[in-house]
């Protein structure tokens, strides 16, 4: 967040891609796209484009890490060199790293670990275009990862980012948003509870504020979790 | 199928299909899977290209950046290759720094684009001895279905061809202009299966080959590049025979790569 800026990103309740406060970019998943992984998805939101895949459930390793009365989820966000405008350079950071651990954490509600005593869920999540969002973008295609692996979930969690530019409350950053807000909130939910899975913040918001971010990015959710729905009823749907 | 799970039982039917001439997927011996070639679709890349061979998937991103040149070749560019064995890809990809697989991968194709000149690296200087252009390949390998070497190669040269420089973004000139590219290297790799030697082998034929041989040939026919791996042998005249089979086979992917 660069915070105040002279930037004008949003001009009368229209934002720099011509989107509303409260819309999201166009989101676009396909279950089932890779042939090795046990589950995979491929997700296009906005510019964003990501892979995701699951193996499991099986032997955890490293050994020490096993639980003796449930599965581990190791989530591993990583972001392709090509994937930004200066070459990223190959290998986990400490970005990436973070964001691997929450969203591990936050996949431990949903799957069903007690399960699988001592074995590993591993869902892998490759950005190969980055356009802002692109965590809560990666856990949404993990989820349906996830859910085309037949792994044992309560729910799957829909993730998406709320913030703040010129004052204004949108959904949805896209870059310049990202780059030039005021404040950026990505948060993922249990639609069957509503839950918090993962919530982060960065920037100001005021009280009232927050409530709203809150709100908007719990519908957002909500949105998207209809279009990972269909994702999956499309390939498993059957004939209607 | 990662590696130890095959059975000696497939191990022996696929060498004794191999010896008549089959295979298990019903391709020849000298057959490469199915090739598709898509171009352009990550835009924050200079250029990209997706290359599906049979069930393998890569995705290839160029990335074309400043830098100074070495200083035994002040006039020219520079390339760096990377593969990165992407976790879901295959069970048996670990997270980490690069194994020596990965970097065996990324130095054969390495090999075949620089040796073959591909890539006309005395364009991609702009001020001698001070600035060049330095061509990043990194190739993602997002599904392995066996014969990652010829897979990469080709997406490689196809994201490689449709790569722009970046003019305008680095404030060098006017408009953005295509990389030069003299020629395609494509790459053919061999497998050793029982007694036979086989083309284009999946990861399953991978898993209970004997040993490898990648051949990357010009478009004139010149052989440009070659690697041996794996702890197999072949016989003098299975090298000599494999290099011609390559020289024949390539046309396929040629013909792939220019409908691009």
Same mark, same amino acid.
């Given at each position: ?23 999201l970019r166009e989101v676009k998943i396909t279950a089932g796209v890779l042939d090795n992984a046990d589950?995979?998805?491929?997700? #296009? ?62 996949? #431990? ?9 001592? +074995? ?24 349906? +990862? ?48 509503? #839950? ?45 | =199928? ?39 679709m990550i835009n924050t890349a200079e250029g990209s290209s997706m290359v599906h061979l049979g069930k ?22 520079? =390339? ?23 970097? #065996? ?131 003098? +005249? ?23």
């Amino acid at each position: 967040m660069a915070g105040q800026t002279d930037m004008e990103l949003i001009k009368d309740g229209v934002r720099l891609d011509g989107r509303k406060p409260d819309e999201l970019r166009e989101v676009k998943i396909t279950a089932g796209v890779l042939d090795n992984a046990d589950g995979s998805c491929y997700l #296009e939101w906005g510019n964003n484009k990501i892979y995701a895949g699951v193996f499991g459930p099986m032997e955890c390793h490293p050994r020490h890490k096993q639980k003796a009365d449930r599965a581990i989820v190791q989530a591993r966000y990583t972001m392709a060199p090509f994937s930004v405008n200066d070459r990223k350079r190959p290998g986990l950071d400490r970005r990436s790293s973070e964001i691997s651990y929450i969203v591990s954490q936050a996949f #431990e509600k949903v799957v069903m670990v007690e399960e699988f005593p001592k +074995a590993s869920i591993r869902v892998d999540m490759q950005v190969v275009e980055a356009h802002a969002g692109t965590r809560c973008a990666a856990m949404t295609a993990a989820s349906v +990862a996830l859910a085309d692996a037949g792994i044992p979930m309560r729910d799957m969690i829909p993730a998406c980012a709320s913030g703040k530019v010129n004052d204004v409350v949108v959904l949805d950053l896209n870059k310049e948003e990202d780059n030039y807000g005021q404040a950026d909130l990505p948060l993922a939910i249990i639609p069957s509870t509503g #839950e918090v899975v993962l919530l982060q913040l960065d920037g100001h918001l005021t009280p009232e504020q927050f409530e709203e971010a809150m709100d908007l990015a719990t519908s957002g959710c909500m949105d998207l979790y209809k279009i990972m729905r269909d994702a999956l009823d499309k390939s498993y749907g059957g004939k209607k | =199928m990662s590696s130890d799970s095959v059975s000696n039982l497939m191990k022996g039917h696929m060498e004794s299909l191999a010896a008549e001439g089959k295979r298990a997927d019903g391709r020849g011996i000298n057959e490469f899977r199915e090739v598709k070639i898509e171009t352009g679709m990550i835009n924050t890349a200079e250029g990209s290209s997706m290359v599906h061979l049979g069930k393998t998937k890569v995705l290839c991103g160029i990335k074309l950046l400043i830098g100074t040149p070495y200083g035994d070749s002040p006039g020219s560019g520079t =390339m760096t290759t990377s593969t990165e064995l992407a976790p879901l890809a295959d069970q048996s990809f670990d997270p980490g720094p690069p194994r020596e697989a990965s970097i #065996e991968l990324a130095r054969v194709v390495d090999r075949g684009i620089r040796e073959s000149r591909m890539i006309d690296f005395d364009a991609l200087c702009i001020e001698r001895g001070e600035r060049v252009w330095m061509v990043y390949i990194d190739l993602h390998i997002l599904d392995n279905g066996g014969n990652l070497f010829d897979c990469c190669t080709l997406a490689a040269a196809a994201a490689l061809s449709n790569a722009k420089i970046p003019n305008v973004q680095h404030g060098i000139a006017d408009e953005d202009v295509d990389l030069p590219v003299t020629c395609w290297p494509i790459s053919c790799t061999f497998g050793r299966l029982g007694d036979t030697v086989i083309l284009d082998p999946t990861s399953d034929e991978e898993s209970v080959m004997s040993a490898r041989l990648t051949v990357a040939h010009d478009e004139d026919g010149n052989i440009r590049a070659a690697q041996k791996g794996m702890n197999g042998a072949f016989t003098d +005249a299975e090298v000599r025979e494999a290099v011609k089979t390559a020289r024949k086979s390539d046309n396929v992917l040629r013909e792939a790569l220019k409908g691009i």
